[in-house]
């Protein structure tokens, strides 16, 4: 069975700094995909980024990358010139490439943003 | 609608009474998803449902959880005799399956509170 693994339960940050969320995952699947999923206190999960392991280029959405290294099995998201409305906690989750998988979640890291 | 709809976005029931969480997913999506989340833990999956195929009920805690897909679309979690442990939010999500992403798109929850 696939497990994910957050360390940091809580993270900080200032306005327009940087902050790195890590992430690690266990498993014997070569092909699969990872997400960063963003839980805002209205509590709907919200996709911020996805990386399919086969391509070894690491994913980016405006603000938002990743450090995706496949060998270490680890998996951090970097926020960019953070926002107050970026304060939310993120969920990193695997999914294996087949269609007929779910989601599995880390326990979450909270991050808080200040101004 | 356009995303994945839940209701009631909260329910306050007391110790041994059924409750009934509804989702309705999004339209043309053939997976839908059960999962909980207490309080400063991960989501937990729960159930999934895929097409016309049986239901993956694994994650189910206990015999007093259940639930149905009606038509391929909308589905009901149910859960007997509540115990006070119960009280989570529970989430649902969808997604395609043939030449998906992978993503997950999730309702914004029903917190339920069990007394």
């Known amino acids: 069975a696939q497990t994910v693994t957050q360390s940091q339960p809580e993270m900080s940050v200032q306005e327009a700094e940087t902050v790195t969320l890590s992430c690690t995952y266990d498993?014997?699947?070569?092909?699969?995909?990872l997400f960063w999923y963003k839980q805002p206190p209205s509590r709907q999960m919200i996709l911020v980024i996805r990386q399919e392991a086969y391509k070894q280029q690491n994913a980016t959405e405006n603000r938002f990358s990743v450090n995706f290294q496949k060998a270490a099995k680890s998996f951090s998201l970097k926020i960019s010139d953070s926002q107050l409305g970026d304060a939310a906690m993120y969920f990193c989750?695997?999914?294996?490439?087949?269609?007929?998988?779910?989601?599995?979640f880390g326990k979450g890291t909270m991050l808080l943003v200040s101004p | 609608g356009a995303g994945v709809s839940q209701s009631p976005s909260n329910k306050v029931t007391e110790k041994g009474k059924d409750v009934e969480l509804r989702c309705d997913p999004i339209s043309g999506h053939t997976a839908l998803y059960w999962y909980r989340q207490s309080l400063g833990q991960g989501l937990e999956f729960l159930i999934y449902?895929?097409?016309?195929?049986?239901?993956?009920k694994s994650g189910l805690p206990s015999d007093r959880f259940s639930a149905e897909r009606t038509g391929g679309s909308v589905s009901t979690l149910t859960i007997q005799r509540t115990q006070q442990e119960d009280s989570a939010v529970y989430l649902c999500?969808?997604?395609?399956?043939?030449?998906?992403?992978?993503?997950?798109?999730f309702g914004e929850g029903s917190r339920l509170t069990v007394l």
């Open positions: 449902f895929q097409g016309n195929s049986a239901p993956d």
């Open positions: 999500a969808s997604s395609l399956l043939s030449g998906n992403t992978g993503e997950l798109f």
């Open positions: 989750a695997y999914r294996s490439y087949s269609g007929y998988s779910t989601l599995t």
């Open positions: 498993t014997s699947e070569s092909d699969y995909y």
